[in-house]
């Protein structure tokens, strides 16, 4: 799956884990009165980058025995470490959806939609609509939650990337979009893995395993090691794919930001609290999508939850 990013003045870089243990509760705006936004105006930053460390816990990422030796020596004293950063889930897939919908796990996404009669070896997954997939009929509660059991979510959730599309709209002749979404080794082996459209490039463009099918991505080959599961942008009929009891939880993963123009190098920060629907919140608060959503005010699912504090001063420390 590949989507252009607009070139930018400054850039946001955050580099998380998703990983496993319990959360805090989200934080709240006492007031109650005006949305919580992102502690810099949209535009400010006009280009994000994400990368993904995938399922590794705080201590095994950024303690003394990681093997991480780039992230820790070269780039975590160029930009911060949010000491306090959490997962929203204990596996991979329901971190991946988190961030960009604001969906917390299902059952099935708890459990990176893996078949309850796999084995290690094997690691047989599904790829099965969410059913019933109606919205939660508490939306107070569980803002933007749609209720059921399965891994791909209806059309009637968004996405970051459809807000995206929304603001910017895709080139009519180009077909490149506001964003990208790079996934190692997808489509390297098509044959009993994954369908798509053949890439230019080589490969296969927001490679899945056939709707309702089986999915044989999580166990990786020597030529090919993309997984489904770590690839959330695959998992929504919003995004073009072929036609629970929402709670956050998850455990402490710390990230880096880097922005030479916003934040403090070398700094450490141990007094927010965030989370992936924060970082959503955040994405969306500074790239300029301040309507719609699920609050009316550009946020989607937990991500639109009354006070989720997106990132404040004590991040952005060079306002």
Known sequence: MQRRLRPAAAALLAVVAAAVAAAPALAHDHHGEHPVRAALPPGAIKHIFVVELENESEASTFGPTSPATYLNDTLLPQGEFLKNYYATGHVSLDNYIAQISGQAPTEET???CLSP???????????????????????????????????????SVQTIANQLDALHPPNPRTHLAAWRAYAQDMGNQTTGRETGAPDPLGGLDCAHPQLGGVDNTNVATPSDQYATRHNGFVDFHQLGLPIPSPAPGGGLVGAVLLNRRYIEPGNVDTTGFYNHYSALRNYEDLLGITSGGNDGLGHLGFASSPGLQPFGPDVFTRR
């Open 117 to 155: 009669t796999t084995s290690a070896t094997t690691l047989v997954g599904s790829y099965s609509d969410l059913l019933p997939g109606t919205l939660d009929p508490n939306q107070q509660l569980y803002p933007g939650q749609v209720d059921g059991h399965g891994c791909v979510y209806p059309a």
């Open 110 to 112: 708890g459990a990176d």
